[in-house]
């Protein structure tokens, strides 16, 4: 790998930008889903903070505020801590 790899994007931010473009410019929340989901699993930190918004909105996805906080908790471990912002109200809602 070495010095090249950072001229090269990773599988993850690949499926992460295809998610974004998909949910952004061609209004699929269901195929953002999809590609969030891969991007997650391969822990892709905004990814997976996308996919817990889409969750927690219903959006693409059936609406679930647990797997929503589940998600967040976890873009947070990941290092986005972006999604503090939507802990508390997802709180809230599982309660």
């Not at 499926?15 to 997650?40: M, P, R, V």
């Not at 699993?41 to 906080?69: D, F, I, W």
Request: proline residues 2%; contains cysteine; hydrophobic residues 35%.
């Amino acid at each position: 790998m070495g010095f090249l790899s950072g001229l090269f994007p990773s599988q993850a931010e690949k499926n992460f930008k295809k998610g974004y473009s998909k949910e952004f410019h061609e209004g699929n929340c269901i195929q953002a889903a999809h590609y969030y989901q891969y991007a997650s699993y391969q822990q892709h930190p905004e990814a997976t903070y996308r996919l817990a918004l889409l969750y927690m909105n219903g959006a693409g996805v059936t609406q679930n505020y647990k797997m929503a906080l589940a998600l967040a908790k976890d873009a947070i471990k990941l290092g986005y801590l972006g999604a503090n912002r939507i802990i508390s109200e997802l709180e809230k809602q599982v309660r």
